[in-house]
């Protein structure tokens, strides 16, 4: 293992410039989930009731303030997304580099663990600087943490580098590097995953059922774990849609299609179905929980204004803006990391496309490909996560407060599937130097 990290160290300092930009996202993403866990942490070190001059007042009380932290946490699974898509970019798209580790020895695990810590180094980096900001942040406000919070600071700042190397890791579990500068992924197959989605379904519903039955505490109410076991089987269900889909629509179009296009485009989900679920994976579980916020504001606003005048009306709307506020963080991270996962995918396939462009595909055909590989299979599993969350925040209008059931959040999973569309076209740019003829010489 030490020789490994030194190998990491090694190449990370020995990075070519093309490949700082993917250090940089890497760095940015453990900013973030350095940024949030710090938050967290600051926030539950305040103990018992005291008087925040904050968010009026929601910081005051020990129930609030725990909503706030699981508010902070749920914020890291975009931003560890984030990170294993880094990893993936950062890793494939070296293929001399691995080849060369190949042949001085290292075995297919051994190249997977470097270039892990190697992106654990950006970790580091981004976490130390994350860790700066916060403390100059206090500074400036004039307040001085607890002891306690001082050792959970140190905790998270070690903490998220080794996160981003186990993330890593599991990024990297299917790719295998030969000697001879070819990397491939080896990805379990449909029956397996099938076995795997119907186990995980049945004990999401056994957890649920038993907690229904015996309540872990007062506070947890069995509406709440009902919807809770709802978000998540809807979200591993939409996963599921988007890699099932792909693969239906990549034989369909395959035989049907008749534009350049869309015949590419077939053809590569036809080749890996599953590439759109591992990237969509963390979006479609944003989008269930989004959708289901946008009914459950309007709802709860509705009520609230009824029921309270508008100086105690603050302190709910702050809540609530809070939340909308982490909801629509973790979106444009889920976006991001949506834009790193098809760049990756060109990286991956750039001396495919430089031949392809070579034998003369024009490049507004291999941009329209492309993009048809993110929308196609994201179209049917944003469907589904909206009708997810539209069974969350209606049947919560119905058995809660029996209010009127808007319809503003049946735009979400559209306006998602805008943004996730402009966040595949950022990168096009990327596309036009896989198609360069120098990357023919390596084929």
Known sequence: MKAD?????????????REWWRASLTLIGALLATGFALAAVTVAAVSGQVSIPYAHGLLD????????????????VPVLGFLGQCARIGAVH??????????????????????????AFACLAGSSAGFAV???????????????????FTAVVLAVPVAAALVSALALRHVVASPLEHARRTVPGPERRAALGFLLAVAL?????????????????????????????????????????????????????????????ASRLAHDPWAAAR????????????VGFVGVRAILLDTLTDFHRPVDLAFYTTGIDLAGAAVLIALAISACALAVGAAESLATRRRGLAAQAAAGVPHRVLAEAALLETALPLAPALLLAGLGGTVVYVGYAMVVVTAPVPLLPLLVPVTVYAACLLAAATSLPLLRRAVHPAELRFT
């Open 5 to 17: 990290i030194r190998i990491a160290w090694t190449l990370a300092r020995g990075s070519e410039r």
């Open 61 to 76: 009380r020990p129930g609030e303030r725990a909503g706030v932290v699981f508010t902070l946490l749920l914020l890291l």
């Open 94 to 119: 070296r293929y001399r580099r691995m080849a060369g580790l190949r042949l001085a020895g290292a075995s297919p695990g051994q190249v997977r663990r470097i270039a892990a810590v190697e992106s």
């Open 134 to 152: 916060f403390l100059v942040l206090f500074a400036a406000t004039g307040h001085s943490p607890r002891p306690v919070a001082w050792a959970g």
């Open 205 to 265: 519903i056994a957890m649920s059922a038993l907690l229904l039955l015996f309540p872990v505490g007062p506070r947890v109410t069995p509406p709440v774990l009902l919807v809770l076991a709802l978000v998540l089987l809807t979200g591993a269900g939409a996963i599921w849609v988007a890699g099932a889909s792909a693969a239906l629509i990549g034989r369909t179009l395959s035989r049907r299609a008749k534009r350049p296009a869309v015949l590419i485009a």
């Open 279 to 290: 990237t969509h994976a963390a979006l479609l579980l944003v989008t269930v929980v989004a």
